[in-house]
């Protein structure tokens, strides 16, 4: 069974730009988180997506959004890039998203931001 | 808030001898708590979880974990530790329901390795 897939690995962009980064599931599962992960603030929620509802968001601020489709797939947009949005952004999949599943993650987009 | 500590921000440890790997937790509710492992270049790998029962969980490649509810900790073990060990080690906590609570938690990592 394939794991959970994102696309692209690598991304550059320039600040100010835009960025939307893509997530598929793994088969049959349902529920999909997003997460950022950086040397200084480490691992930190961004979203949940059950069934193509936002279940649970974090603290970021509004230039961060996601949306999930009726595949289950998923994607994220960051708006106005800035330096600071440079880091490794994980995706995750469980099959119905109860907290006590463990999820599976892909390998990450790295965006770095110039 | 939920949170979660790893104090140790490095672990070393000769190839063949045990290794521990520390974590403690604050929630309010019952904890299930997860430990995951990263290599290089990849995303996270999930080792094993504590939901409720034997307080000790087995989970893959030799390793397991100890739940420990009055000290609030769930520390990582291995009898044996390889080379092949050598990565970085969240562990993570999270409660039922709904809201804020429900989001996967994960502490600042440790970056073990495992010396020949």
């Known amino acids: 069974k394939a794991g959970v897939t994102q696309t692209p690995r690598y991304l550059i962009k320039t600040r100010g730009q835009q960025v939307t980064l893509s997530c598929s599931p793994i088969?049959?599962?349902?529920?999909v988180s997003w997460y950022q992960q950086t040397p200084g603030q480490g691992l930190q929620f961004l979203f949940e997506?059950?069934?193509?509802?936002?279940?649970n968001k974090g603290n970021f601020p509004g230039r961060f959004s996601g949306r999930q489709f009726s595949n289950s797939r998923s994607e994220m947009n960051v708006s106005t890039l800035e330096l600071g949005d440079s880091a490794l952004y994980l995706c995750?999949?469980?099959?119905?998203?109860?907290?006590?599943?463990?999820?599976?993650f892909g390998d990450g987009t790295r965006l770095s931001i110039l | 808030a939920q949170s979660v500590a790893q104090p140790e921000d490095q672990v070393n440890v000769a190839e063949g001898n045990p290794l521990t790997v520390k974590c403690t937790y604050s929630v309010s509710g019952n904890p299930y708590l997860f430990w995951y492992v990263q290599y290089p270049n990849r995303g996270l790998q999930f080792l094993l979880k504590y939901i409720t029962g034997d307080n000790l969980v087995k989970g893959s490649y030799g390793f397991e974990a100890e739940f420990n509810k009055s000290q609030t900790s769930f520390h990582l073990k291995k009898p044996s530790a390889l080379v092949s060990d050598s990565a970085l080690y969240f562990c993570?906590?999270?409660?039922?329901?709904?809201?804020?609570?429900?989001?996967?938690?994960f502490g600042s990592g440790t970056q073990l390795t495992v010396l020949p």
């Open positions: 993570a906590v999270r409660v039922s329901g709904d809201g804020s609570a429900r989001q996967l938690t």
């Open positions: 088969s049959g599962h349902r529920s």
């Open positions: 997506y059950f069934s193509e509802t936002q279940r």
């Open positions: 995750a999949s469980s099959l119905t998203g109860t907290t006590d599943q463990p999820q599976h």
